[in-house]
């Protein structure tokens, strides 16, 4: 399998990028889906200088293989969200984040909700609103590797 090293300081630019088209939307919560998605929403949350930074679990991915589930738990009390961004760091197939939307629209309709990645497959049946790269092979995210290299 092919895989792209995806560094810091990359991530540094895209993290820029995504701010400042988030900040357009104005929103008033951050929702990051971890596990991948809590660095990306912890550097996004210092950018738009905000505390109302909220994670839920999602678990549809062991390592490198798809699980046949989708399991979402750790749902935070959005009650007083207005606008809400969701972010995790890729859409794959969409179906995690087609999971969490419907979930959370359900449970908050009142709310408005937009995604945010930093890959995207075009292949995938949901699409982020916010994006800053297309995926083309299996993405080793620096938080991933560097880390557990060091373990």
């Known amino acids: 399998m092919q895989k792209y090293y995806y560094g810091y300081d990359e991530f540094l630019g895209d993290v820029i990028a995504l701010s400042k088209k988030i900040e357009e939307f104005k929103p008033d919560t951050l929702l990051a889906v971890a596990r991948g998605g809590l660095t990306l929403g912890h550097f996004i949350a210092q950018a738009l200088d905000t505390r109302r930074l909220f ?3 999602s678990i ?3 390592k490198e293989k798809k699980l046949d589930t989708l399991e ?4 935070p009390n959005l009650s007083e969200a207005k606008r809400v961004v969701i972010i995790d760091d890729i ?5 995690t984040l087609k999971g969490v939307i419907e979930l959370l629209q359900k449970e908050y309709p ?3 909700f937009k995604l945010a ?5 075009p292949t995938a049946i949901i699409e982020a609103d916010y994006r800053a790269k297309e995926a083309h092979e299996w993405i080793d995210f620096f938080w ?6 060091s373990c």
């Open 55 to 57: 994670a839920l679990n």
């Open 60 to 62: 549809h991915y062991n």
């Open 72 to 75: 979402i738990f750790n749902v």
């Open 91 to 95: 859409v794959d197939s969409g179906e």
């Open 110 to 112: 009142n709310c408005e």
């Open 117 to 121: 990645t930093i890959f995207y497959k």
């Open 144 to 149: 991933e590797v560097d880390p557990i290299g």
